[in-house]
């Protein structure tokens, strides 16, 4: 009896001891921790995930217990990777990325011209800072041209301070009377060499030959240097056009020369025009022509409205076209009618 009741009392423990449910490991979560690890877990006991370093929790729970059917509550926890700031920008240079998490690295490079200062490339570390500092890009530096001491060609930066960098520019210069040969600027190249130094030359002009209808102002019969002028005028009544003085050029040509442009017969034996706003006759006022550049205005005759307009034309180097509508008047004509300069002036006229 008494054994039976053990026997009764052992298997009943047995049996709840059976059906007590216990919780296997808990599921795993990518880039998460569990802060007790094991196999087995009874029932009502907590487990607590905590993200790697470098991973933040998304708003899921981190804290579960095991339930009493056996099972871990629905995992809603999510560690998501830190996101390091953006950087930059960075003068003359950037920045090449694909992503910006944890563990990801950006590089840093620069534009031609400028050097990268500091590291080419930076990490996105756990702590959500980027590794390093962000680098500068500096202009390369073109070191002054190596020029001989006492040297006949001399430069100046064109920019103040005395040092050049990248794309600064410098003008050099000879010493007179010598000419420069080349070009005249360098620039300061990526590379930190200048562009191009120039040379001085002993350069010489003949003696400059005249030009048409005018003559060479004191020119002495000898060799010019480089940059010595010679100036020319013109005969009388001529115009002188273009530059008054020519230069004896590095390539050893003078520059261009003026010419003399001749002034203009009036190809009309006898009318009345306007020059210079006042009325001339042909025949004795103008008996000489008019200079080149100047203009005269002929009347001509509208019938219609008996009223006279003004045409003007220019002395083009000799040259003077009397306007279609000008009609020369004959001696009886003159004598009959009135001249067209005498009519009353058309209203439409500007
Ligand atoms: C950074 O530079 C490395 C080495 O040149 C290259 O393999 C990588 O693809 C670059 N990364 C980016 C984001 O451009
Ligand atoms: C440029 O000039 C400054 C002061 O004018 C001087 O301190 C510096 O050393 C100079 N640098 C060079 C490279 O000559
Ligand atoms: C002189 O060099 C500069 C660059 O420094 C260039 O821009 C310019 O065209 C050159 N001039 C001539 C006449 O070659
Ligand atoms: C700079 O010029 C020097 C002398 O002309 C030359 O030897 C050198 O190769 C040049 N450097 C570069 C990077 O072109
Ligand atoms: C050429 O001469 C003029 C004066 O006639 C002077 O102003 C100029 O600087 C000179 N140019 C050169 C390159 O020597
Ligand atoms: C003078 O100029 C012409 C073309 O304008 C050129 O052919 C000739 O070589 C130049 N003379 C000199 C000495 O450079
Ligand atoms: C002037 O006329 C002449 C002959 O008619 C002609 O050859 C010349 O080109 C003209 N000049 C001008 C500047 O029109």
């Not at 530096?141 to 006492?150: G, K, N, R, W």
């Not at 009345?272 to 001339?280: F, R, S």
Request: aromatic residues 8%; charged residues 20%.
């Amino acid at each position: 009896m008494y054994s039976l009741a053990l026997v009764v009392c052992a298997v009943a423990l047995s049996h709840s001891a059976l059906a007590v449910k216990v919780c296997s490991r808990p599921p795993q979560v990518l880039f998460a921790t569990i802060d007790v690890d094991k196999s087995v877990y009874e029932v009502g006991e907590e487990v607590e995930y905590t993200c790697r370093p470098g991973f933040v929790p998304n708003n899921g729970q981190r804290k579960y217990t095991c339930l009493p059917t056996g099972k871990w509550p629905l995992n809603t926890l999510l560690c998501l990777p830190k996101r390091c700031p953006t950087l930059g920008p960075l003068p003359h240079g950037k920045i090449d990325f694909v992503d910006l998490h944890y563990q990801s690295s950006i590089n840093f490079s620069c534009e031609p011209g400028y050097n990268l200062l500091g590291t080419r490339t930076s990490q996105c570390m756990a702590d959500g800072k980027w590794s390093g500092s962000l680098p500068q890009c500096q202009p390369v530096t073109c070191a002054p041209p190596s020029l001989p001491e006492f040297s006949v060609l001399s430069f100046r930066r064109s920019k103040p301070g005395n040092v050049s960098h990248f794309l600064d520019t410098i003008t050099f210069e000879c010493v007179p009377p010598l000419a420069l040969i080349g070009n005249e600027t360098a620039t300061c190249m990526a590379n930190g060499n200048w562009s191009s130094i120039p040379e001085c030359k002993v350069v010489t002009c003949p003696t400059p030959t005249g030009i048409e209808n005018g003559f060479l102002e004191f020119v002495v019969r000898r060799t010019y240097h480089y940059n010595e002028s010679v100036s020319f005028g013109c005969q009388p009544s001529y115009v002188l056009e273009g530059p008054k003085h020519s230069r004896c050029e590095n390539t050893g040509n003078w520059s261009t020369k003026p010419t003399c442009k001749g002034p203009c017969k009036i190809p009309a034996k006898k009318a009345v025009v306007l020059y210079n706003g006042e009325k001339k006759r042909v025949q004795n006022d103008l008996k000489d022509g008019i200079q080149h550049g100047e203009t005269v205005s002929f009347f001509c005759k509208n019938k219609e409205k008996s009223c006279a307009y003004t045409v003007p034309v220019p002395c083009v180097d000799g040259n003077l076209t009397l306007p279609a509508c000008f009609k020369e008047r004959g001696f009886f004509s003159s004598l009959m009618k009135k001249d067209p300069s005498d009519m009353k002036p058309c209203e439409d006229q500007e």
